[in-house]
């Protein structure tokens, strides 16, 4: 969702005469970005930013803005910390960063911002061959771990004309792939519901294929499973954020759903979509975590057998419940766990990519792999990566069939038999 916001941030500077400069000592503005959902980002940003204040003081005319959650967050205080800052912008008001940089005094835009679901804003997207599209805004859950809802605001979602428009536009300039955005999909109450609006962008004419995030397990229902059973281009892909095995530490949580509640999710995704790759989110060293706790949540990997996760130690984070809980975890002991959460799914993961080879794999091709001039880099239907020979025949967009030779652990190799023009 942050790529996303810098798409657009980039789409409307471009509108206000900017072009993008590969070094910042030339630019005469700086945009950072930022994400405040772990305070390790935060440090980052915040050493960055520290390294503008030479390039301000060789350039007075040069400008630094923040936007972003760190930028909603902490509002003016980031000049306490920051002075050479000269704006200041939520991400509800990223349709504004245009006007912000045109006024010379600076300026804070923080403040509550519903019409951005219904602003058409543009975006200088990098990738020409999958995009992304909000759908919706916000999210209402309070996890009790998120900073989300205090930064991004409540739920809003996009008129469903508007979501179509933007989609047909993609599709009819060769766009093959949209992911639809929201912090929590399942909620999106435009004028029809999410497997509703699936439903009718699975009709747009040149789209190939359909991905979503995110999805919480509390909200997800027959209708969506039906949707990805029934609807072509809705790829077989789900990512499922479980973040602890333990029922205690879900209700410390505020998930809103036990662990068996989430195995009988998946078991019904898996029924009605064979083959489907399911991905999720865990933490390690919650609040409160036991040893036990711990193991509840390492079994559950097991169990489950998760094609990827992202995994992360709890970071607390200003106005969330859970940063002011007692039982918070030595480091050590976070990392510990962290670590061994790693490995785990490191083996799954490897195991169900090698159980791949052999198998022919619809592949989108979206172009050269950024380590290995040779090689062409796509990705199946399930979301794994595919690495390929590179030759002059195949081109970006391209789907095609490929045989895999060769399951990693974090992808796959394959030799091209069959390229489909479509």
């Known amino acids: 969702m942050n790529a996303h916001d810098s798409e657009k941030m980039m789409g409307l500077l471009r509108e206000e005469g900017y072009d993008p400069v590969g070094d910042p000592g030339e630019a005469d503005l700086i945009v950072f970005n930022t994400c405040s959902i772990r305070e390790k980002a935060e440090q980052k940003f915040y050493s960055q930013l520290g390294c503008t204040r030479r390039l301000k ?120 792939e949209v992911t639809l955005l929201g912090q929590n999909v399942n909620s999106y109450r435009g004028e029809v519901s999410f497997p509703g609006l699936l439903r009718l962008v699975n009709d747009v004419e ?66 009605a979509v064979p083959g489907i790759a399911i991905t999720t989110d865990i933490i390690a060293g919650f609040p409160g975590e036991t040893e036990a706790d711990h193991r509840a949540t ?33 480091e050590g002991i976070k990392s510990e766990r962290l670590s061994e959460i790693l490995r785990l799914q490191d083996d799954i993961t490897e195991k169900k990519n090698r159980a791949l080879e052999g198998s022919v794999q619809e592949v989108l091709l979206e172009g050269p792999s950024g380590s290995d001039p040779g090689t062409a880099t796509g990705r199946t239907r399930t979301n794994k990566i595919v690495n390929i020979p590179l030759s002059g025949d195949i081109v970006p967009g391209m789907l095609l069939q490929v045989k895999i030779t060769k399951g990693h652990r974090h992808s796959l190799e394959g030799t091209v038999i069959v390229t489909d023009h479509r």
């Not at 294929?209 to 027959?222: M, N, Y």
């Not at 559950?300 to 809980?325: N, V, Y």
Request: aromatic share 6%; glycine share 10%.
């Open 57 to 176: 003081e060789r350039n007075p005319l040069l400008k630094i803005a923040v936007a972003g959650c760190i930028a909603q967050q902490e509002g003016v205080r980031i000049r306490e910390k920051a002075p050479h800052v000269d704006y200041i912008i939520g991400p509800q008001n990223i349709g504004r960063v245009g006007e912000a940089v045109a006024r010379s005094e600076g300026g804070v835009l923080t403040e509550d911002n519903p019409g951005i679901v219904s602003a058409d804003l543009p975006a200088e997207r990098r990738n020409h061959v999958k995009a992304w599209v909000n759908i919706m805004y916000g999210c209402n859950n309070f996890c009790s771990y998120c900073v989300v809802p205090y930064t991004r605001g409540r739920e809003r979602s996009r008129p469903v004309e508007k979501v179509l428009a933007e989609i047909r536009g993609l599709a009819g300039s060769g766009y093959r």
């Open 298 to 330: 390492v079994s559950a990997l097991g169990e489950i057998g998760f094609d990827g996760i992202f995994a992360f130690k709890f970071s607390p984070r200003p106005m969330t419940r859970a940063s002011e809980m007692e039982g918070q975890l030595p």
């Open 206 to 271: 040149g789209l190939e294929r359909i991905r979503f995030v995110t999805s919480h397990p509390k909200d997800l229902g027959e209708d969506l499973v039906a949707a990805m059973r029934d609807l072509e281009k809705v790829c077989e892909h789900i990512h499922l954020p479980l973040q602890s095995g333990s029922d205690r530490i879900l209700r410390l949580m505020n998930r809103g759903y036990t662990y068996a509640e989430y195995r009988t999710k998946v078991e019904r995704l898996r029924r």
